[in-house]
């Protein structure tokens, strides 16, 4: 059947169908077979039910390697804002306004680069983690942070400098910086620190003084001082 004019009726049953123009369809269409659309289609409210299978949608690769996105691409936003696209040896995701949110209202966020490998995880209510090669070296605890390994290295072609921050505010002077020293299993064995009030730390000690003073975890240990790797001071009990 080939149609080049006006066809008004409430049932239309044929096996081929040839339309040439614009045809208009006032009420639903139930295509109950393979749907081949050639050239330009405007689909206005799209859905898709049942199990589908295959390749639904797909963008060839942005040509020559292009890194910028600016050919082929899944365009996002009145001004293409958002671009997701593949140059052939890599993928893209690029945000040309504003922030990029990366939202998620139930669960957690992972970002792995390769499958049941964790690089880093954004917990729910909890955590961020850092992965090297699936082993976790950092976790933000709820009163601050914990790095796990047994090398930490701060580098610079120029000066370095370690500082602790005590006291930020300015309020109260027994809070002071203090470098715990811990083995065997959680047992301290020395401080080094400025007092706060004189007894807080250590019988004897004076306020705001530094110090250096080994702990009851290291009874009856002395506590050595030297230079060129030799010892050359040793106080005891």
């Not at 049942?50 to 949608?57: A, E, Q």
């Not at 301290?188 to 007894?199: A, S």
Request: with cysteine; proline share 2%.
């Amino acid at each position: 059947v080939t149609v080049t004019a006006g066809v008004t009726t409430s049932q239309f049953n044929v096996n081929k169908l040839d339309v040439s123009g614009i045809s208009t369809f006032k009420g639903n269409i139930d295509v109950n077979a393979d749907l081949d659309v050639d050239g330009h289609t405007n689909l206005d409210n799209v859905s898709i039910a049942g199990v589908t299978t295959g390749t639904i949608f797909k963008v060839p690769d942005s040509t020559g390697g292009d890194s910028s996105g600016a050919t082929n691409n899944l365009s996002i936003g009145t001004g293409s804002d958002l671009k997701l696209f593949h140059n052939g040896s890599h993928t893209y995701i690029r945000n040309t306004t504003g922030v990029l949110h990366l939202d998620n209202y139930d669960g957690d966020i992972k970002i792995r680069p390769k499958d049941s490998e964790d690089g880093i995880k954004v917990i729910t209510d909890g955590a961020v983690e850092l992965y090297h090669n699936n082993e976790k070296k950092f976790e933000t605890t709820s009163t601050g942070a914990t790095v796990s390994g047994n090398n930490f290295i701060i580098q610079d072609t120029g000066d370095v400098t370690l500082t602790l921050f005590a006291d930020t505010d300015n309020s109260d002077e027994t809070h002071c910086p203090t470098i715990d020293f811990t083995m065997d299993g959680g047992v301290n064995v020395m401080k080094i620190g400025v007092e706060g009030n004189g007894g807080d730390t250590f019988t004897g000690s004076s306020a705001n003084r530094p110090y250096i003073i080994t702990t009851t975890g290291h009874a009856g240990q002395p506590l050595d001082f030297g230079t060129n790797n030799i010892k050359r001071m040793e106080l005891t009990n």
